[in-house]
């Protein structure tokens, strides 16, 4: 078997039963309603287009002389009819959150309400320039000065950069207003210390901030080691980086404490904000010593995934990294309006600088506000409650068949299994989450963290009704009763149900193929 | 709450199922110190209705640009998209799914990105591009950190004509990755000065073409310079539709190119969510950052599509990754890749044209108001004139007039001493009578 360097098989084993005998074979390749969809570059016309546009005289184009571009650029075109089936035909073969429960840890798959998306295309929000005079946009900065109040009383912290435009890129405003703030009292400082269940992207922007990464010890309930934390923390210590509740789906009970041994050193202490969903309401940030987190509007205020993106990743920020924060932010002109401040002078002078072109994700900010608004400070706090419910009741209904990495307790958002209970049944974590596939579920988030053997990582939020998780719970406990019961069969060619069996990804990796050529086809 | 399915018997039963006496139980490792009893200060839930009427009024007091004349450009342009692409965009199944960690039931988003994949390497005239980038700035400043890995040098010279908020987002991440800019001075020509700049310890040379001033350039001299001096050329472009009638980056030899994908299938709005181009050589494809989409087989030897080469990223190689982006812009990806395929090649080259040549006409009618001298000699749909007033000054008194009059350069860079250069644009959504507005009523703000 070939497996990746977190040892997840990245290819099927040899000599597993073939989708033949179980399918019968049509004899045009398509299967009912899943058609079997060609690339663009293999259905389209070279000279086709689904855009009619007036002519135009080509002379036009000669002050250009010599910088035009001749050479045949290589992009078929189609009618719009063709477009459309094209992509509503791809659309199938995907899952999506609207089809079925989404359960991907650490992910926050929950629903996205189409009004959002409705208030989001106003046009006056999307047909607005973000260079245009700031008197003809107050509605947009009024709307981006609420939505930082309502970031801001959430999490108890007195400021928030916008402008961030992803969790990732949160992470990077958090730790450029850490080091700056850091440079500003002439303290060079070196490292950053991360637990070893964070995400990926913790050390990776710690590293791209030119810290060098240190890793915090676990204990044996999945938690932050208080003792080898303390070990590690002395005066070259930049930040602790801390997600919280945790990727394990824990809260870290000591967060006030490791706040306090973080600052007794001079260093600043980071939360990743992934998993507010779980808290939002119920606890502030800024109450356990929080001086920065992201905050995924993607996640907790439910801006649609979209496939990969985009997302919007503000960070609140305590007042000893305030003055630090990037451009631009909103002042307010003390008569109901509102100015831009878009460059590094007079109060804004101690600012890193700028994190993107112009002011962050607006299409994003929209959705958010609209989703706080209409939930309320009750309707937040309730999210948190129910999603914190979903995740301990699937752990409650599935622990008697799968193990827990850590001793039995109340988990927050979401419910972590390990692998052990596969033992000795031939079946992966990576088999048991293909063959739910073939039960109609999106898989949990596998292999992470990673600091758990064949972690299955389940976070249902709270948009799953309790007929949706009961739905999942059977499924997985069939499943689950199936591997130990011998049926690794089920589990070791699947999934045989879904648009493609399971896919070569060392083939994929050995030999990239990146783009459609035509000696290729 | 309409988003919340649970009742109040369910919440109970489900309790009974987990053996706690309420959700309190369930909190019972925050410290209780941290926990509110209450409620935050803030409204409480509210309907469809009144969510709606709260933010159409915010809405209605934007002044959109499709209102009235309207002539910013600078990194976000005002096109027409057709209505099949927000369409599609909106499917659940585009909309509401994650990024495709389980390729098999992931395929739709998968087989678009290699489409996307492939349009932005046709585009940009190089062999492979990403998966996206959040938007055209942080992808400059990425392909910034990825020549200084690529040639291991430190030195990176940035051309005076990149758009002023790309350089500022490069300096943040060069500031702390330890690279040294050299960041020539804004002109209209600026690409001039960029070859004398090139030594020995430059990993690459960023070059914007069409430029912030709307210069369009062949760089071929300054690609050849740059690899004479064994560094990297990073072509930028913002207005990714002037790729339907300008030299391609990859002809002119760049070794990287990043572009705001903004202008095709998506809107303005105000100034995001965008798409990053990012494309490069074959050769460094195992140093670019982002997500790459690539083709494969299924166990029935069926062709598909998978995430790979993620040894390059943040989840597996955590502080060795080449980038630390996770997220990025896939439904935005999306839109442009629909919109690319309505288009074609035929419909891009058409639209580039009708942009450029509705430029001209803006000029044309620029140029005979008294007092403004056009700046910029050979543009694509955006160019800069001078002023006889203060440029700010004057956006604000035709903004009053109901004319969005374009972007004052020292909006952007208010340190470069031009505040009497403005940047102005025209598309193909620019009507005749606009055109002839801005010109009669500039006459009579300089008058």
Redesign the interface.
Known sequence: MTL???GRPTR?EEG?S???EYLHPTLTGARGLLQD?P???EL????????D??D???S??D???????T????????S?PE??R???R??????????AL?P?GS?T?K???R?N?????????????????E??????L??MDRLAH?LK??TGMPAVALSP?????G??CGL?AI?AAHEAKGDARKTVLVPMSA???N????????YQ?VEIAQTDDGRVDLADLEAKLHDDVAAVMVTNPNTCG??E?D??EIARLTHAVGAYFYCDGANFNA?V????PG??GVDAMHI?L?KTFST?????????GPVVLSAALAPFA??PWIVSTGEGGFDLI??A?ADAAQT?????????????F?RA??Y????????????A??A???A??I???LKDLMTQPFPD??C?HEALFDDAWLDGTGVTTLDF??AM?DEGF??M?MY?PLVVHGAMLIEPT?????A?LDRFITAVRALATAAKAGDAERFK?A?FH????????T???RK?????TPQ?A | MRYLPLTADDRAGMLDVIGAASIDDLFVDVPKAAQRAGLVDLPLLAGEMEVERELSALAAANRTAGSGPFFCGAGAYRHHVPASVDHIIQRSEFLTSYTPYQPEIAQGTLQCLFEFQTQVAALTGLDVANASMYDGSTATAEAVMMAHRVTRRKKAVLSGGLHPHYRETTQTLAHVAGVDLTCLAAAVDAEAAVIDAIDADTACVVVQTPNVFGTATDVTAIAQAAHAAGALLIVVTTEAISYGLLKSPGEMGADIAVAEGQSIGNALNFGGPYVGLFAAREKLVRQMPGRLCGETVDADGRRGFVLTLSTREQHIRRDKATSNICTNSGLCALAFTIHMSLLGETGLRRLAAINHQRARELKTALAAVPGVEILTPRFFNEFAIRLPKNAHAVVGELARRNIIAGVPFARLDPKAGLDDVLLVCATETTLPQDIAAFAQQLSEVLA
């Open positions: 990746n360097t977190v099927m597993v073939a989708a033949s969809e690339l663009i570059f389209g016309g070279w000279e086709k287009t689904g855009v546009l007036p135009c005289d080509a036009q184009s002050d250009l002389g010599d910088l035009v571009r050479a045949r650029i290589g992009l078929p075109g189609l719009e477009t459309l094209h992509y509503v791809l659309s199938q073969k995907n899952h999506a959150i609207d089809l989404y991907l992910c798959m629903h996205n309400p009004l998306e409705k208030m989001a295309r106003l046009p006056g929000f999307a047909d607005i320039h973000p260079l245009q005079p008197s003809t946009v107050q509605g947009a009024s709307l309502w009383t959430l435009k992803a969790g990732a890129h992470e990077l450029l080091r995400h990926g992207t050390p990776a922007t710690a590293a791209f901030v030119g990464v824990l809260f009970r967060i006030i808290i309401g119920r606890v502030r109450d356990l995924n993607h649609p995934h979209g496939g990969g993106g985009p997302g919007a990037p451009t878009e460059e002078k890193f600088g700028r994190m993107c072109a112009f002011h962050g994700q607006m299409g994003m929209v506000y609209a706080m608004r209409s939930h309320g400070a009750d309707g937040l706090r309730q999210v409650h129910d914190v419910l979903n301990n009741y752990k409650a209904s307790g109340p927050m989450a293909k596939i999106h898989p988030t992470f709270e948009t799953e009704s309790r949706e060619a999934p879904a648009p493609l069996r399971r896919l070569d990804e083939q994929a990796a990239p193929r990146l783009r459609w290729a």
